[in-house]
């Protein structure tokens, strides 16, 4: 048996158990006498048979003379009853044989169980000491864990703090570039005899100096442009999304995050945030792609996030727009033609309330809807890309983290202290019918936003033939993309009016650009001397974005848990806009 066990019942069961077995033997002795009394009275009968039969026989024998097959007959007889009285006394005399031999036996099995009880005793004692000292070890190493766990909280919390300390030394707005390599349709309306010439539109002309830098060399001029990372045309998508990762953490710590893609067509801002997912054969339930794009691996690894937090305290939800003509599609809604405008909440955010969302809960449901927008979003074939976008896609991820009850205790403390709080709830519209106000029954939480924007590509109108609508959607295109170059420079300019409105692409990311979220804007830049003029203005562009100074990014603070109501556009429930 294994040690440690309390074997006490056990021996007395056995010695119990012995005891009824000796009983039973004895019981059985008994009657066997009983059966051995019986035998001699019937020999004593069979005996006394035997001689009435004999002087029967005599008397008869006397009188009448007795055939030999009579005789023979009582021969047989008498020698069969013989045998049987020799067999019954065998059998006599092996049950006084076991009789004799079973007290002794008996003293042998008690003495033996005895001894195993005194031994197992003996090994009850010694495990009970045993776990004693295992006792006491536990509650030190309980002591020790609990330590370790208040260290790792500390250090848990100074990590955060570090780690958000760095991403706002390297800048709330960064901008990285990436140049893509020379592809085939680069050469195309060229004399292809004039291919790799000095001076042909295919030639090189962007090239990638370091980590830091790239060149543009042409023959007027060489020009350098700096960022805080560049990619070269060789660099892989997940060496692009290992600069993304880390602000997915500050996601989470309570700051919202913005990535978007800018460049011209063609030059590769659909590959860099979308990648294999872009393809109409996409099957999410296959394992990840190596192409995979930033969007993709981005929401992977805020799952994989998630999945380390305690169960039950962060939920997604997911958006898919696009900008198109300057007006804004909802493209998971059944009327995508159905056009939206940004509301301003009570606390100062911007949101679209009617814009479906949709609660997810694994990277294949998001990519899934991902996929869905993308069948209805607006593209068309110019000379400069086969598929070339008309339109800017916001694909928006809300995640809600439900803060600590202490928060609750707080909002309520503060409320009831400040007058001037709560007159200014009484002053509120009555047909407002979202609350901050935190209730017995409400549970403050966080919301943050991740937007992942892939811009319609700037393009050379003459360059790219378009025509007809196509000719008014790159209109409209270049308009938005020079609002979003005016936004920027004002920002930098510190100057008193930003003109968000002039667009509403730089109206709905107001708060990415010139609010409290962090910045990376992607720029995708072509190498060919035919895009040199729009290469420069993108490596421009990116220039400007990184003399903007924001200030130190603000950390999303809870509310209260919001009420919530059905979306008429037939989606998920809408949370209050002035909660967003």
Known sequence: MPLGIDRTKFYAAKARELEAQSLRKDERIASLETENAMLYLKLAHLHGEVAAAKREASASFSDLEISDQFKTSVIHKSAKLRQDIQTVKQELAKVREAAVEMPGQFRQYFQRACTVVQHHTAVYESNSSNITVLAEQVAQLQQALND??????????????????????????????????????????????????????????????????????????????????????????????????????????????????????GSGKTHTMLGSHRNDDYNPSHDPHPDEGVIPRATRELFRLIEEKPLGTHTIEVSVVEVYNNDIRDLLSRDPNAKHDVVTGGDGQLSIPTVTSKSVDNVDAVMSLVQYGLKTRKESATLVHEHSSRSHLIVTLTVTTKAPSFFAKSATLDTEASPAVSLAKKGRSSSQTWTNEPTANQQPVIRTKLQLVDLAGSECVGMSGVKGAALREASNINKSLSALADVLGALAEHRTHVPYRNSRLTHFLQDSIGGDAKLLVLLCVSPAQRYITESLQCLGFGQRARQVQRGPTKRRLPSSAEKVAPDSSGGHPRPSSANR
């Open 148 to 265: 370790v766990t208040e260290r790792h909280a500390r250090e848990k919390k100074r990590r955060q703090e570090l780690h958000n300390a760095l991403m706002e030394l390297r800048g709330n707005i960064r901008v990285h570039g990436r140049l893509r390599p020379l592809m085939e349709f680069d050469a195309e309306n060229e004399d292809i005899n004039a291919l790799g010439r000095p001076g042909t539109r295919s030639e090189v002309v962007v090239h990638y100096v370091d980590d830091e830098n790239i060149c543009v060399r042409t023959n007027k001029h060489n020009k350098v442009f700096e960022f805080e990372r560049v990619y070269n045309s060789t660099e892989k998508q997940e060496s692009v999304f290992d600069e993304v990762q880390p602000m997915l953490t500050s996601l989470l710590d309570g700051y919202n995050v913005c990535i978007m893609a800018y460049g011209q067509t």
